[in-house]
């Protein structure tokens, strides 16, 4: 029985370098559109901003189906994005915002499980 926990245990982990490969292909995507304006952010230094860093961070952790750590990151650098852009977040986007959010980690709560579930 412990030989098979420890089989099922070793095969659920991602090998490094896959973490790794997922790393460098976003950070090519987001030099991709930074160099070539594709959000009309303007120039480059736009593009990597500390908020663009933790969204950044939040897709590499979903991609590696961390989707509460991830969604959290993404969400917080689009909040401090937001404020930048807009000045004041308006009422709307405000209000809904982080209720939205905390579904959308009760729906990636529920993703991860049917993941695992189908692992097995």
């Known amino acids: 029985m412990r030989y098979k926990e420890n089989f099922v245990q070793r095969h659920r982990d991602h090998h490094p370098q896959v973490s790794i490969g997922i790393f460098f ?15 009309n952010l303007g120039g480059f230094y736009e593009y990597f901003s500390w908020e663009t860093v933790l969204i950044f961070i939040g897709v590499v952790l979903l991609l590696n189906l961390k989707f509460t750590g991830g969604l959290l990151f993404i969400a917080g650098g689009v909040w401090f994005l937001l404020d930048d852009y807009y000045g004041e977040i308006p009422e709307l986007i405000r209000t809904i915002y982080w209720p939205g959010v905390i579904v959308m980690i009760g729906i990636g709560f529920i993703i991860s499980a049917i993941i695992k579930r189908i692992r097995e």
């Open 25 to 39: 292909i976003a950070l090519g995507l987001a030099l991709l559109a930074a160099t070539n304006d594709w959000f």
